[in-house]
C-alpha cells in the first residue's frame, strides 16, 4: 500500500510529480489555507505532511495525524509555524528548503531596499494619479544608495547574500555580530561586524534577516527604532513578528525613521485596517521572497524529497536541527 501524505496546498507540479509517483496524495485544492477544522480532519492517518508557512504544525496537528505521522515537510526555509519540540518528543522528522532560495530572496530584499530608497512605488503612483506635468528640480527626490550604510541583522545565508549585492553597489556594511569573533565570511563580504547600538545609530538601510524566536520575537521595538537614524529605512523580508507593527507605525507616524519595505508583516495577510496601510512612507508587498518561478519549482522538488525520505524512514536531505 502507498504511503499516505496531506499537502496542504497545490505546490508546483515538479514536486507534486515525484510525490504522487510514490504516495497516494491528498492535496488541498483550496486558494486559502485549510481551516485548522479542516487541517485536522484531513491529517488523519497520513504518513507525512506537506505544510505551507501558513499552517499552524502543532501537538494537535500530530496527534491528530496519529502515531504513524513521520514527517512533516515544510515548503519554506523557515520554520516558525511547526512545533519543533512537540514533533522530537513524537518521533517526527522536520524538514524545510535551505539554501535553494537564498539568493531569489536576497534580490527581493535589494529590490525593496532600491525601491524605498528611490521611491519607484510613490513615483509609478504619481504618473497613474496623473501628477506628472513636467520635469522638476525637487520632485521625487530619493536618497542615494552607492555610499550608503547598509546594517544587516541576521547574518546566515540570506544576510550574507544581501551583503554581497551591497557589495556592488558600493555600500558600507556593518552586520550584528553576536559572538566575540567575527564571522568567518565577513572579511571577504567586507562587512564589519558590530554591536547593536551602532548598527542602529550608523545605517542609512536595516535590513531583517533573522529567523523568527522567541529571542527575536518584536526584535524591532520602540527603543530600537529611537536609536536608528531619523533618514534611515527598515527593510523586513524576514518574518513579521520580528518587528513590533504598532512601534513601527508610531516610529514612521513621528518621523523617529523616514520609511519602512515590508514583505511580511504581523499577522500577515496585513489587515485592511492596519494603521500601516495610512502611511505614505510604507512600501509593503504580500510575501514574496521567494517568490521567482525557478526558485519555487526547487523549492516544491526539495519539500518533495525530504517528504519522500521521511515516509521511507530515510534521514531527509533537509532536516531542521532543533537547537537546544
Ligand atoms: C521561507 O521560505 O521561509 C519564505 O518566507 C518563503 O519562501
Same mark, same amino acid.
Not at 174 to 198: F, I
Not at 258 to 278: H, R, Y
Not at 295 to 308: G, Q
Given at each position: 500500500?502507498?504511503?499516505?501524505?496531506?499537502?496542504?496546498?497545490?505546490?508546483?507540479?515538479?514536486?507534486?510529480?515525484?510525490?504522487?509517483?510514490?504516495?497516494?496524495?491528498?492535496?488541498? !485544492?483550496?486558494?486559502?489555507?485549510?481551516?485548522?477544522?479542516?487541517?485536522?480532519?484531513?491529517?488523519?492517518?497520513?504518513?507525512?505532511?506537506?505544510?505551507?508557512?501558513?499552517?499552524?504544525?502543532?501537538?494537535?496537528?500530530?496527534?491528530?495525524?496519529?502515531? !504513524?505521522?513521520?514527517?512533516?515537510?515544510?515548503?519554506?526555509?523557515?520554520?516558525?509555524?511547526?512545533?519543533?519540540?512537540?514533533?522530537?518528543?513524537?518521533?517526527?522528522?522536520?524538514?524545510?528548503?535551505?539554501?535553494?532560495?537564498?539568493?531569489?530572496?536576497?534580490?527581493?530584499?535589494?529590490?525593496?531596499?532600491?525601491?524605498?530608497?528611490?521611491?519607484?512605488?510613490?513615483?509609478?503612483?504619481?504618473?497613474?494619479?496623473?501628477?506628472?506635468?513636467?520635469?522638476?528640480?525637487? !520632485?521625487?527626490?530619493?536618497?542615494?544608495?552607492?555610499?550608503?550604510?547598509?546594517?544587516?541583522?541576521?547574518?546566515?545565508?540570506?544576510?550574507?547574500?544581501?551583503?554581497?549585492?551591497?557589495?556592488?553597489?558600493?555600500?558600507?556594511?556593518?552586520?550584528?555580530?553576536?559572538?566575540?569573533?567575527?564571522?568567518?565570511?565577513?572579511?571577504?563580504?567586507?562587512?564589519?561586524?558590530?554591536?547593536?547600538?551602532?548598527?542602529?545609530?550608523?545605517?542609512?538601510?536595516?535590513?531583517?534577516?533573522?529567523?523568527?524566536?522567541?529571542?527575536?520575537?518584536?526584535?524591532?521595538?520602540?527603543?530600537?527604532?529611537?536609536?536608528?537614524?531619523?533618514?534611515?529605512?527598515?527593510?523586513?523580508?524576514?518574518?513579521?513578528?520580528?518587528?513590533?507593527?504598532?512601534?513601527?507605525?508610531?516610529?514612521?507616524?513621528?518621523?523617529?525613521?523616514?520609511?519602512?519595505?515590508?514583505?511580511?508583516?504581523?499577522?500577515?495577510?496585513?489587515?485592511?485596517?492596519?494603521?500601516?496601510?495610512?502611511?505614505?512612507?510604507?512600501?509593503?508587498?504580500?510575501?514574496?521572497?521567494?517568490?521567482?518561478?525557478?526558485?519555487?519549482?526547487?523549492?516544491?522538488?526539495?519539500?518533495?524529497?525530504?517528504?519522500?525520505?521521511?515516509?521511507?524512514?530515510?534521514?531527509?536531505?533537509?532536516?531542521?536541527?532543533?537547537?537546544?
Amino acid at each position: 500500500m502507498k504511503p499516505k501524505v496531506f499537502i496542504t496546498r497545490a505546490i508546483p507540479e515538479k514536486g507534486l510529480t515525484l510525490i504522487r509517483r510514490v504516495c497516494d496524495a491528498d492535496v488541498w !485544492q483550496g486558494h486559502l489555507p485549510p481551516s485548522r477544522e479542516t487541517l485536522l480532519a484531513r491529517v488523519r492517518g497520513v504518513d507525512g505532511i506537506l505544510s505551507l508557512l501558513t499552517d499552524k504544525i502543532d501537538a494537535a496537528v500530530m496527534d491528530a495525524a496519529g502515531a !504513524q505521522l513521520k514527517v512533516i515537510s515544510n515548503y519554506a526555509v523557515g520554520y516558525d509555524n511547526i512545533d519543533l519540540a512537540a514533533a522530537a518528543a513524537r518521533g517526527i522528522a522536520v524538514g524545510n528548503t535551505p539554501g535553494i532560495l537564498t539568493d531569489t530572496t536576497a534580490d527581493f530584499a535589494f529590490a525593496l531596499l532600491m525601491a524605498a530608497a528611490r521611491r519607484v512605488v510613490e513615483g509609478e503612483r504619481f504618473v497613474r494619479a496623473g501628477k506628472w506635468q513636467t520635469w522638476e528640480p525637487m !520632485q521625487l527626490l530619493g536618497t542615494d544608495i552607492h555610499g550608503a550604510t547598509l546594517g544587516i541583522i541576521g547574518f546566515g545565508r540570506i544576510g550574507k547574500a544581501m551583503a554581497r549585492r551591497a557589495t556592488g553597489f558600493g555600500m558600507r556594511i556593518l552586520y550584528l555580530q553576536r559572538r566575540a569573533t567575527a564571522d568567518p565570511d565577513a572579511a571577504a563580504l567586507g562587512a564589519v561586524g558590530v554591536d547593536w547600538e551602532t548598527l542602529l545609530r550608523e545605517s542609512d538601510f536595516v535590513s531583517l534577516h533573522t529567523p523568527l524566536t522567541p529571542q527575536t520575537h518584536h526584535l524591532m521595538d520602540a527603543r530600537a527604532f529611537q536609536l536608528m537614524k531619523k533618514s534611515a529605512m527598515l527593510i523586513n523580508t524576514a518574518r513579521g513578528g520580528v518587528v513590533d507593527p504598532d512601534a513601527l507605525y508610531s516610529a514612521l507616524k513621528k518621523g523617529e525613521i523616514a520609511f519602512a519595505a515590508l514583505d511580511v508583516t504581523e499577522p500577515e495577510p496585513i489587515p485592511a485596517d492596519s494603521p500601516l496601510l495610512t502611511l505614505e512612507n510604507v512600501l509593503i508587498t504580500p510575501h514574496l521572497g521567494s517568490a521567482s518561478v525557478a526558485t519555487r519549482d526547487k523549492m516544491a522538488v526539495m519539500a518533495a524529497e525530504n517528504l519522500l525520505a521521511g515516509v521511507r524512514g530515510e534521514p531527509l536531505p533537509n532536516a531542521v536541527k532543533r537547537e537546544t
